[in-house]
């Protein structure tokens, strides 16, 4: 068990500008979970998949954002035309199909728009 | 959205002390479980207990669920200053999809 991994760790971007991150998850877990979390806040859950299917998007995930998960493996979560609202901390975390199987956080990847 | 609420929101207490942390929540649900996140890290699953369940324990955790008034407890016994992190409770909203909803949190300060 390597744990999630996120990369990059810290993101600076300038509005406008489109920034991809990459989560690789636990390899036995078939669940991918993407997470924001803004200072002060508890995380707020985006998206998901089983799989390769992405089988629920949150109403926070605007047509900005994308997330894909090719071959069920590593995930990517894209976001277009960055706002300074965007500024946060995306968590990756997975889990096995079962739902009291818990969630394994990654270190997050910090996003500040300037 | 967030699905409930951490009371308090600070906590701040002297090693040896026991600290609780309370949530509420809002929705049916299967199950509860609270989560640990030092700063600038992820969440880690602490403990998880089922809606039929009162009382779990783990180690020097000790977690209640009240499911006729929505609430949880969360204790930590003789703490350490390196139990100093923020903490979460967590809920399903009665779904079995594994996604889980945070509430805010309570960041807990052991002072040494």
């Known amino acids: 068990d390597t744990g999630v991994s996120q990369d990059p760790r810290h993101k600076i971007t300038k509005r406008g500008q489109n920034v991809t991150f990459r989560c690789d998850p636990i390899?036995?877990?078939?669940?991918l979970y993407w997470y924001r979390q803004t200072l002060g806040q508890g995380p707020e859950f985006l998206t998901y998949?089983?799989?390769?299917?992405?089988?629920?998007k949150s109403r926070l995930l605007s047509d900005r954002f994308s997330a894909e998960r090719p071959k069920g493996s590593f995930s990517t979560l894209e976001i277009q035309r960055t706002e300074q609202g965007d500024s946060a901390m995306y968590l990756c975390?997975?889990?096995?199909?079962?739902?009291?199987?818990?969630?394994?956080f990654g270190n997050g990847t910090r996003l500040t728009v300037t | 959205s967030q699905q409930g609420e951490e009371d308090p929101q600070a906590l701040s207490i002297q090693e040896g002390e026991n600290a609780t942390m309370n949530c509420s929540y809002k929705?049916?649900?299967?199950?509860l479980q609270w989560y640990r996140q030092n700063s600038g890290r992820g969440l880690v699953h602490l403990i998880l207990?089922?809606?039929?369940?009162r009382e779990k324990h783990s180690g020097r955790l000790r977690v209640t669920l009240d499911t006729s008034k929505k609430s949880s407890s969360l204790l930590i016994t003789a703490s350490r200053a390196a139990d100093t992190a923020s903490y979460f409770c967590?809920?399903?909203?009665?779904?079995?999809?594994?996604?889980?909803?945070f509430g805010r949190g309570t960041q807990l300060t052991v002072w040494p």
């Open positions: 390899s036995e877990h078939n669940r």
């Open positions: 998949f089983q799989n390769e299917a992405q089988l629920e």
């Open positions: 975390a997975s889990s096995f199909r079962d739902s009291e199987s818990p969630l394994h």
């Open positions: 929705t049916s649900i299967n199950n």
């Open positions: 207990i089922r809606s039929n369940e």
């Open positions: 967590a809920t399903d909203r009665g779904s079995t999809l594994g996604r889980l909803y």
